[in-house]
């Protein structure tokens, strides 16, 4: 079988959900099928060297901009050229070729601009609802990471449950337990964390709701039996105007810190110096964050809605994300009961171990098989 994958994102978009699942279903892809060809289609002169050299891997550059000539024309051509038996674009199917030469996967992430609208940036907003219609109809399958994500590709378009597989991410190697007192020493040195901290990693778009957890901290910062801070990681943007108002507005500046942009190898860092990580979200596809801390060996808490109570199941405390009270509780419960703590750690580190990227991309190559089973 020869199999295309469209790999622009796992450059583009690296350190994001969709870079990251394209990176690693196409690592591991290498890793476990010796036997199909693949002709990878990468962007431009970027590095390789996640892969492993590996001959039934060829790789097609198709350019360093987004420009429509890659998907509509050349990627078409090189597809037929190839008679290649599957072709897979990963990211949400954006830049699925309207031509089609050969069965279809995609991978939808999430529906969030059809179902948070409001959250999401006009230009993305414009093009997704555009062109999600013709990519599900267009497509012979569809991957997605959740089973509620299925549920709300089920319930927008109708779509029967043949057409989907669920497929769940996991966290990347580099999230693991590591040396505890060297991590928060490092966060010391680099960010100024000189402090026990709440860990938050995720965005800022209004649907991960970080002001609703600067309340909430705020409700127990005081109770605490010592002074922990809350440490908010990520690069500075529009949102942020709204955060610094809520700071200021609970007198919270020296209790929560903005630590700014972290490049991907200090994440790792972060979660292993956090005595607790929460993630308030009111929406996610899958949720990788929450995953990441627990393979760290990191305490979370978590939202109780749309897919993130498949992602931890147990492993968590889970929270309805508007109840500020209950959140605010969980988080001082978190931080002041050791055996509590120490049984969400274990519970965390058993939990990420029952996801893998090996498993996705073996389940993934399955989805490859029964489409061009199909279409013979």
Not at 172 to 194: F, N
Not at 231 to 251: C, D, P, Q, S
Not at 336 to 363: V, Y
Request: charged content about 25%; aromatic content about 10%.
């Amino acid at each position: 079988m020869k199999i295309g994958i469209d790999a622009r994102a796992a450059i583009w978009y690296r350190g994001t959900g969709i870079g990251t699942y394209t990176y690693q279903i196409i690592k591991n892809l290498s890793h476990i099928d010796k036997v199909n060809n693949y002709r990878i289609f990468w962007p431009g002169n970027a590095s390789k060297d996640f892969l492993e050299p590996s001959e039934n891997f060829d790789f097609d550059v198709v350019g360093v901009t987004k420009d429509k000539f890659w998907e509509e024309i050349h990627i078409p051509a090189r597809l037929a050229d190839d008679k290649v038996d599957v072709y897979h674009v990963p990211q949400n199917g954006i830049g699925l070729p309207t031509k089609k030469t050969c069965p279809q996967v995609v991978t939808v992430h999430d529906l969030i601009p059809y179902v948070y609208p409001e959250t999401v940036g006009r230009g993305y907003l414009k093009i997704f609802l555009h062109e999600m219609p013709r990519i599900v109809e267009q497509a012979d399958r569809i991957i997605t990471v959740s089973e509620h994500s299925k549920g709300d590709l089920r319930r927008y378009f109708n779509l029967p449950d043949q057409k989907i597989d669920v497929i769940y991410e996991a966290a990347e190697d580099i999230y693991r337990p590591m040396d505890k007192e060297a991590c928060r020493a490092s966060v010391r040195e680099r960010y100024g964390l000189d402090r026990k901290f709440i860990l938050y990693i995720g965005g800022f778009s209004p649907r991960k709701n970080v002001p609703g957890l600067i309340r909430a901290y705020h409700k127990i910062m005081k109770d605490l039996p010592e002074e922990v801070v809350l440490a908010i990681v990520g690069k500075r943007v529009r949102a942020f105007e709204e955060l610094t108002n809520v700071v200021e507005e609970l007198g919270l500046k020296d209790r929560v810190i903005f630590t700014g942009f972290a490049p991907t190898e200090h994440l790792p860092v972060f979660y292993n110096a956090a005595s607790l990580f929460v993630y308030p979200s009111f929406y996610e596809g899958f949720g990788l964050p929450p995953l990441e801390a627990m393979a760290c060996g990191t305490p979370v808490i978590a939202s109780n809605v749309s897919s993130i109570p498949e992602a931890v199941g147990d492993a968590a405390l889970t929270v309805d994300p508007k109840d500020m009270n209950g959140l605010a509780q969980a988080m001082f419960d978190a931080l002041s009961d050791p055996a509590l703590s120490a049984e969400l750690i274990r519970r965390g580190l058993q939990r990420s171990n029952s996801f893998t990227w090996t498993k996705a991309a073996e389940q993934t190559l399955a989805s490859y098989q029964a489409t061009a089973q199909v279409s013979e």
